[in-house]
């Protein structure tokens, strides 16, 4: 089994103190406090080879990193016999089956790989968590992500409630596998939902609501997602707004940190504007004081990254955080700002109908208090809608019934179009690949060493 001194020279000196258990949030925090960004990869493999191989080539990178996991689809779905059928027939998978590998397998794979100064997350995209949570158990695997919500509207037709039920039993069962003094570790999708033209005063009420519902079933180190989106100023103030929140209304006890993901909307084609984009979000993960990052690579456009375009963007994303001029650990002066309002009076709203926060979490939705912008499960009302104003931050223009109120620009609103929302959707890509747009033909499909990997979280 390896330790921290045996990985890369180059990495040695950037890896926070190991705990004395492999605890995901003590890592972080630890890389935190010695003013380091914590960067992921999006990876998954069938083949253990290959995701065995993925993994350390994430922990050789000149950065500070924690490994995935990402789960293929059909075992997100619970459909562990068509993940065993296609394993028999060699199909190339869009993650690792780990529920249908034994146990032994995955622990091999992991052996001499995942360690105290290595944490490994297992990231999937299910409402039904249950038999990932039991087989991550199985091989030594305590920290993974989802939640009630965001692993529910945006994905499929499970009903709410149901997936609110898998959840609390998930989050318990976790809980009960990997007890003290191990620290299994959750992070919420909450603040991620749809990727884009979210307004981040309901993803970072999301995110917090996520959390509190994980503590309330036994969790004691979260993490709370948020997607960068439009604008750095707004989605700055999203991030402290998510940290102040956490604060507010999570026990002290908890342990807890904010993941930010690179933006999850159309990425831009080039690769220069792929490159600014992700070195923009690692700036910002530091000056708001998030300490992990979900990195993207520049092949995000075009196809599946290869491990090594996914080496190359954990060093981009390292070497950005290292100019970015506060340490991560820091933390920012948090003003009653405009995201921070709205959130609060989301969260406050739906915690008030239920003292039970996945009850409150239903009603919420059944009564149009949550209201998700573009989601068209059957469970999300619908009504809510958004737009990017002049200066290119999001804000509502219809809100249902949700404790907020509309925004209102200078002349008035215009009616949103199908080639409004279009041009929407493309902003931040055209922005950043600039006026000459996106090149005429894409890059080629494979490279050299073009492993792929699947990543819908």
Same mark, same amino acid.
């Given at each position: ?47 253990p080879a290959l995701m065995r191989h993925g993994l350390s080539r994430t922990r050789g990178a000149v950065a500070t990193t924690v490994g995935t996991l990402t789960i293929d ?18 199909? =190339? ?14 622990? !091999?794979?992991?052996?001499?790989? =995942? ?12 409402? =039904? ?241 949550? !209201? ?58 055209? =922005?950043?690949d600039g006026p000459g747009g996106p090149p005429a033909r894409a890059r080629p499909a494979r490279e050299p060493d073009a492993v792929t990997a699947a990543s819908p979280s």
């Amino acid at each position: 089994m390896s330790t921290a001194a045996t990985r890369p020279a180059a990495q040695a000196p950037a890896s926070p103190a190991a705990p004395p258990h492999p605890s995901f949030g003590g890592f972080v925090a630890a890389a935190a406090a010695a003013g380091r960004l914590v960067v992921q990869p999006r990876m998954g493999f069938a083949d253990p080879a290959l995701m065995r191989h993925g993994l350390s080539r994430t922990r050789g990178a000149v950065a500070t990193t924690v490994g995935t996991l990402t789960i293929d689809s059909y075992t997100r779905v619970g459909d562990l016999a068509g993940a065993r059928a296609a394993l028999a027939e060699g199909a =190339r998978l869009n993650g690792y089956p780990i529920a249908s590998h034994p146990a032994a397998v995955t622990r !091999d794979l992991l052996d001499g790989v =995942r360690d105290a100064s290595f944490p490994v997350q297992v990231r999937h995209g299910s409402s =039904r968590p249950e038999a990932i949570i039991r087989a991550s158990a199985a091989a030594g695997l305590d920290a993974t992500e989802g939640g009630p919500v965001s692993y529910c509207l945006p994905y499929g037709r499970t009903p709410l409630a149901e997936s609110v039920d898998n959840w609390a039993r998930g989050c318990e069962l976790l809980a009960e596998l990997a007890p003290a003094p191990r620290r299994p570790h959750l992070e919420t999708f909450g603040g991620c939902m749809l990727g884009q033209l979210c307004p981040p005063g309901l993803l970072v009420a999301l995110s917090l609501l996520e959390a509190v519902f994980f503590v309330r079933h036994g969790i004691r180190s979260v993490s709370l997602s948020y997607a960068q989106q439009t604008h750095p100023d707004q989605d700055a103030e999203a991030v402290r707004a998510l940290r102040r929140l956490a604060r507010e209304f999570l026990p002290a006890e908890v342990d807890r940190h904010v993941v930010l993901y690179t933006y999850m909307g159309v990425f831009p084609h080039t690769e220069r504007g792929a490159t600014r984009l992700l070195e923009d979000s690692a700036q910002l993960a530091v000056r708001a004081g998030a300490q992990r990052l979900i990195v993207k690579t520049t092949a995000e456009a075009h196809r599946i990254p290869s491990v090594r375009e996914n080496v190359r963007a954990l060093e981009t994303a390292a070497a950005a955080s290292a100019l970015a001029g506060r340490p991560a650990g820091s933390d920012p002066e948090e003003a009653d700002g405009e995201v921070y309002r709205e959130a609060r009076a989301f969260v406050e709203a739906v915690l008030e109908l239920s003292a039970d926060p996945g009850r409150a979490l239903r009603a919420a939705f059944a009564r149009g208090v949550l !209201d998700v912008p573009f989601c068209l499960h059957p469970d999300n009302a619908g009504r809510s809608r958004s737009f990017l104003d002049a200066a290119g931050r999001l804000r509502w223009s219809d809100t249902g019934a949700m404790p907020v109120v509309p925004y209102v620009p200078p002349g008035g609103r215009t009616p949103m179009t199908s080639d409004g929302l279009l041009r929407a959707l493309y902003a931040v890509a055209g =922005r950043y690949d600039g006026p000459g747009g996106p090149p005429a033909r894409a890059r080629p499909a494979r490279e050299p060493d073009a492993v792929t990997a699947a990543s819908p979280s």
